[in-house]
C-alpha cells in the first residue's frame, strides 16, 4: 500500500523518465517519503530508498502519510512539506535508534519542509507550521499543501475537529517567502465541511503544486471523504471517499468588508510601496448603492494633488477589475517610480485585491452565482 501526492511537470528533466515528478510514502519496510517518476503520468517508477524518514516513520508506530511537493519558480529549487510529530523526537531524521522508540500517549500533528536543487539531496529541514495558543485544543493541523499565485505562496489548512464527530475543513494562510506562512481569517473554513454522510464531511486541502485557473476561474481539487476519522464500521458501509472540487472567481481567497450599513465609510490604508506600473484595477463588490473610492498618499500620509479623495471617482458594482480613476487622472502614470500609499474609502463594499499593471483591462462583471449578494447592484460602472 502507498499513498501518492503532488503529480508535477519536471520543468528540466534529465530524461523522458522524468517527465513528471511525484511523492509516495510506502507502507512497508521502506517507510518515509519516496520520488516517483514517469515518462507519461500513467505508468510510475518508484525510487528503492525514501529521501527523508522521520523518527515516527521508521518507529513501526505509524507513519507521516500525508506530504506535499512542489517546484518553487521563485527559489528554483524542489520543495516537501511534510507532515512530522514533535512530541515523538525532537529530529526531523531518522536514525537507528529510532527503531525501538516507544509510543507517545498524545501528540499534535505538525508540518516541516526541506529544499532541493535535484530531488537527491535534500537539506534546510526545519519546522514551518503547527496550531498555537490561539486555537482551540481540540483542533490539529492534519494535512497542509500549497503553491505559488503571483508573488504569494497560497496555503491550504486542513483541520481536525478531534472531538466527535470528527469533521475536517479547510482554512487559509499566505506566504511571501514558502517559509514563514500567516493564518488567513483563522479558524474560518475557506472550504467548509459538509454535514455528517455528506461527501465532503472531511475537506482534505488540496495538493496541486500549481493553481489552476480557467477563465478567470480558480478551480481547487481537494480530497472529500464522508465519514468521520476514526469511524471503525464492520462489513460494508456507505462510506466513501473522492475527490471534489471547489471553484471561486481569480484572487478572491479573501476580503475586506465593511461593516454596520449605516455607519459610514470605512477606511484603509495601504503600507507605503513603489508605483511601477501605470493602471491601477480593484477587484472589488459592492451592494446596495455602495461604492469605493481611492485617494492616493505620499509616503508621509500627505494626498497627493489630482489623486485626492474629492477627485477619486467611485467605484460600483461587483467586477474583478475595476478601473481606478480620478477627475484628472485615468491611470497613475505620473507617480511612476514614487512611493505611495493608498487609502480607500468604502461604503456597503467588499475588497478582494488591487492589481498594478501596464496594459488596460476589462472590468470582469462577475456571474451571479460567485456574487453573495445575487439580486444587488452587480453591473459595473464608475460615478
Known amino acids: ?35 516517483v517518476t514517469s515518462p507519461d503520468g500513467i505508468h510510475w517508477s518508484c525510487a528503492k530508498t525514501p529521501f527523508w524518514q522521520t523518527p515516527h516513520d521508521v518507529s513501526s508506530k505509524g507513519d507521516d502519510c500525508l506530504m506535499h511537493m512542489i517546484f518553487d519558480g521563485k527559489k528554483r529549487k524542489w520543495v516537501i512539506y511534510r507532515r512530522i510529530i514533535p512530541e515523538f523526537s525532537e529530529r526531523m531524521i531518522a536514525n537507528e535508534s529510532d527503531c525501538s522508540r516507544p509510543v507517545v500517549d498524545r501528540y499534535n500533528r505538525a508540518y516541516a519542509m526541506a529544499e532541493s536543487d535535484d530531488l537527491k539531496n535534500w537539506t534546510n529541514h526545519r519546522f514551518i507550521l503547527a496550531m498555537d495558543a490561539d486555537d482551540p485544543a481540540d483542533t490539529e493541523l492534519y494535512q497542509f499543501g500549497c503553491h505559488q499565485f503571483g508573488d504569494t505562496y497560497v496555503g491550504y489548512m486542513s483541520i481536525y475537529h478531534l472531538r466527535r464527530p470528527q469533521p475536517i475543513d479547510i482554512q487559509l494562510a499566505t506566504s511571501r517567502d514558502g517559509v514563514q506562512f500567516t493564518r488567513v481569517c483563522r479558524g474560518q473554513p475557506f472550504v467548509a465541511h459538509g454535514e455528517m454522510g455528506y461527501y465532503d464531511y472531511m475537506a482534505m486541502a488540496c495538493s496541486q503544486p500549481k493553481p489552476i485557473l480557467v477563465d478567470d476561474t480558480l478551480y481547487i481539487f481537494y480530497a472529500a471523504l464522508n465519514s468521520p476519522h476514526d469511524l471503525v464500521v464492520p462489513g460494508k458501509s456507505n462510506y466513501t471517499g473522492g475527490a471534489a472540487l471547489a471553484t471561486i472567481k481569480r484572487d478572491r481567497f479573501a476580503s475586506l468588508e465593511t461593516g454596520i450599513p449605516d ?20 477587484n472589488a463588490a459592492t451592494w446596495m448603492n455602495g461604492s469605493i473610492r481611492t485617494e492616493i498618499l505620499t509616503r508621509d500620509w500627505q494626498p497627493i494633488p489630482g489623486y485626492t479623495e474629492a477627485d477619486a471617482r467611485e467605484i460600483q458594482g461587483d467586477a474583478l477589475d475595476h478601473a481606478v480613476h480620478w477627475s484628472g487622472n485615468t491611470d497613475v502614470a505620473a507617480l511612476t517610480g514614487k512611493e505611495i500609499r493608498l487609502k480607500f474609502y468604502m461604503t456597503r463594499a467588499r475588497l478582494h485585491a488591487m492589481t498594478f499593471c501596464n496594459e488596460v483591462r476589462n472590468p470582469g462583471a462577475v456571474e451571479s452565482e460567485y456574487r453573495s449578494d445575487i439580486n444587488g447592484d452587480s453591473v459595473p460602472q464608475q460615478n
Open 263 to 282: 455607519a459610514g465609510p470605512c477606511r484603509i490604508i495601504t503600507k507605503p510601496f513603489v508605483v511601477r506600473h501605470p493602471h491601477l484595477f480593484l
Open 1 to 35: 500500500k502507498a499513498f501518492f501526492w503532488s503529480v508535477n511537470k519536471h520543468p528540466a528533466p534529465r530524461d523522458i523518465s522524468e517527465k513528471y515528478v511525484a511523492l509516495a510514502i510506502v507502507q512497508d519496510h521502506r517507510r518515509g517519503a519516496h520520488i
